[in-house]
C-alpha cells in the first residue's frame, strides 16, 4: 500500500514510519520541509517526502493523488497560539479536502479520549478535528489514547524529571486524578494493524492499558522501578498557574506545554471498553511493562523519537525554518575561529556528541548558567538535553538549541538558537581539510540586540576558545 504519514516528524511519526516500511508499505511523509526527513530515508526507496503546510492550501497539490490511506498525526500541544482551535480545524479542512480529491481508502487518526463532561481546550479541539475528518468518501478509523507511556514522550519525561529529582513533592491535587496509561508499543500495534483492515472502518475506539492508576500511583510506581524512595504530599491550594510553574522549573517542559498538561490533567482519561483488542489482536502491557521497556531503549542510547525534537513543541515554531539553513551575513555579529585537527573523523564525532550530559566541553558552568537565566526568563533553558547521548539528527532539540543540518557526508553541523534572544543566532561546525571551523553569529533585533552582544562577548571568547581548543584536541 501507499501511505501518507501526516506529522512525520513528530513523536509518534518518527516511531510508525520504520515499522511501516518494514511490513512493505510505501510511505509518503508530509512534512514542511524536505531535510526535515531523517537521513536514513535519503536512499530508501519505500520513503518520498512531500512538502506541505497544511495551513496553506495551495500546498496540500503536493500529496500524490494514487495512495491507499492516511494517517492524520497533527497535532498542537502548546498555547502559545491563542487561535489554536481554529488553527487544527482549518489544518483537518485543508486534510480532508485534499484527501477526498485522492485514491485514498482509510484515514488512520490518532486523537486523546474524551468521555469526561468537562474537557480542556486541546481535548475538545481534538474532539473537534475527529468530526471534522468524517467522510463519505474515504473510512475513518479514530484511535483515542490517554497517557502514552515510552521513552521519549511528554508525560514519561515529565515524570522521570519529578521522580529522579525530587526525593520529596508538594504537588498539586490534580494528581489524584485517575487515568488508564497506554504503552507506546501498543499505540504503534493499533495503528499498523488496523491499516487496511475493513473491522475497523468508520469507528471510534478508545485504547488504554489494563490499569486504572492515578498521577501519584503513577510517580510511586515509577520510583519503585528505578529503586528510589519517594514521599509525596498533595495540597488543595495550589492554582493551575502555580502548577504550571511548578512543572516548568522542576521538568524539561516548557511552560505552555506545562500550562496544556495542567489543564488536561485535572479531566479523568478513562476509556470505554470495546473490543477492538480482539479485532486487532492487541493485548496492552502493564504501566510497569511500559516503564521497564522505555528504560531498556534509553539504557541501549536507541530512543527513536522525543517530543523535544518535535518543532511543535518549539517556541520557534513559526520561525525556524530551511531557510535559515543559510546562515546570513548581513548585520549580523561573527565570531569565527579555527585550529588544525590531527583527525577528522573523530573531531566530527565529538561535534556531535556536543550538549546534554556530554556538556559543552568548556565554561560548562556558564553554560547553566545561561540556562538559567533562559528558563528564569520564560525560555526553555538547558534542560531539553539530548534525544541520543552520540548521534544527532536534523530536527533533533539539543538543549536550547536546535538542530537545523546534521551532515555527515560534508562533517557541518548547524544549530539554530531557541533561548529567549533579541535577535537570531546561529552556531555551525565543520570539519575541512584538516582544520575544523567554528562560526557563531547573532542577528540583532534593534538596539536591545546590539546591547546584548556586546554584553556577552568577553564572555564569548573565553566559552568560544575553550570549545574550539577541546574539539581540536580530538
Not at 145 to 158: D, P
Not at 294 to 302: D, G, L, M, R
Request: glycine share 6%.
Amino acid at each position: 500500500m501507499r501511505v501518507l504519514v501526516t506529522g512525520a516528524t513528530g513523536y509518534i511519526g518518527k516511531r510508525l514510519i520504520p515499522l511501516l516500511i518494514e511490513q512493505g508499505h510505501t510511505v509518503i511523509c508530509a512534512v514542511r520541509g524536505k531535510l526535515r526527513i531523517e537521513d536514513r530515508y535519503n536512499e530508501e526507496e519505500k520513503v518520498n517526502g512531500v512538502e506541505v503546510d497544511f495551513l496553506m492550501p495551495e500546498t496540500l497539490k503536493n500529496i500524490p493523488n494514487d495512495i491507499d490511506a492516511a494517517y492524520y498525526l497533527i497535532h498542537s500541544m502548546t498555547n502559545s497560539v491563542s487561535k489554536f482551535q481554529e488553527m487544527e480545524e482549518q489544518c483537518a479542512k485543508n486534510f480532508k479536502n485534499r484527501i477526498e480529491s485522492t485514491n485514498c481508502k482509510q484515514v488512520i487518526y490518532l486523537s486523546g479520549i474524551t468521555n469526561d463532561t468537562k474537557l480542556s481546550k486541546h481535548l475538545l479541539s481534538r474532539k473537534n478535528v475527529e468530526h471534522t475528518l468524517e467522510s463519505s468518501i474515504y473510512a475513518l478509523t479514530v484511535f483515542k489514547a490517554g497517557i502514552i507511556v515510552g521513552s521519549g514522550s511528554s508525560s514519561f519525561e515529565i515524570i522521570r524529571d519529578l521522580v529522579e529529582k525530587l526525593p520529596v513533592m508538594v504537588t498539586p491535587k490534580w494528581l489524584n486524578t485517575k487515568t488508564q496509561p497506554i504503552a507506546i508499543r501498543d499505540v504503534l500495534s493499533f495503528l499498523t494493524n488496523a491499516l487496511g483492515s475493513k473491522n475497523v472502518y468508520n469507528s471510534s475506539y478508545d485504547i488504554f492499558g489494563p490499569e486504572i492508576l492515578d498521577y501519584k500511583e503513577m510517580l510511586l510506581q515509577f520510583a519503585k522501578i528505578r529503586k528510589l524512595k519517594r514521599y509525596i504530599v498533595t495540597i488543595p491550594i495550589m492554582t493551575p498557574k502555580l502548577s504550571s510553574y511548578w512543572l516548568y522549573f522542576v521538568t524539561s517542559t516548557s511552560y505552555n506545554l506545562a500550562r496544556t498538561l495542567v489543564n488536561s490533567m485535572g479531566i479523568e482519561i478513562i476509556g470505554n471498553p470495546s473490543n477492538v483488542n480482539n479485532l486487532l489482536n492487541v493485548t496492552p502491557m502493564t504501566y510497569k511493562q511500559a516503564v521497564d521497556f522505555a528504560f531498556v531503549k534509553i539504557e541501549q542510547n536507541s530512543i527513536v523519537s522525543s517530543w523535544k525534537d518535535s518543532f511543535v513543541s518549539s517556541r520557534a515554531r513559526n520561525r525556524v525554518r530551511t531557510k535559515y539553513i543559510n546562515v546570513p551575513n548581513y548585520g549580523c555579529f561573527k565570531d569565527v575561529k579555527e585550529r588544525k585537527v590531527l583527525d577528522e573523523n573523530r573531531t566530527f564525532e565529538k561535534i556531535c556528541a556536543i550538549g546534554g550530559e556530554n556538556g559543552w566541553y568548556y565554561g560548562n558552568f556558564l553554560w547553566k548558567i545561561r540556562g538559567y537565566i533562559d528558563k528564569l526568563a520564560g525560555g526553555i533553558g538547558l534542560r531539553r538535553g539530548r534525544t541520543n547521548k552520540d548521534t544527532v539528527k536534523t530536527g533533533d532539540a539539543l538543549d536550547f538549541w536546535r538542530v537545523l543540518l546534521a551532515d555527515e557526508e560534508n562533517k557541518r553541523l548547524l544549530l539554530f538558537a531557541e533561548m529567549k534572544l533579541p535577535g537570531e543566532a546561529w552556531l555551525e561546525f565543520r570539519v575541512a581539510k584538516g582544520r575544523v571551523f567554528q562560526r557563531a553569529v547573532f542577528r540583532p533585533r534593534g538596539l536591545a540586540g546590539r546591547l546584548y552582544w556586546y554584553l556577552v562577548l568577553p564572555f564569548h571568547g573565553f566559552i568560544f576558545n575553550g570549545m574550539i581548543n577541546k574539539l581540536a584536541k580530538a
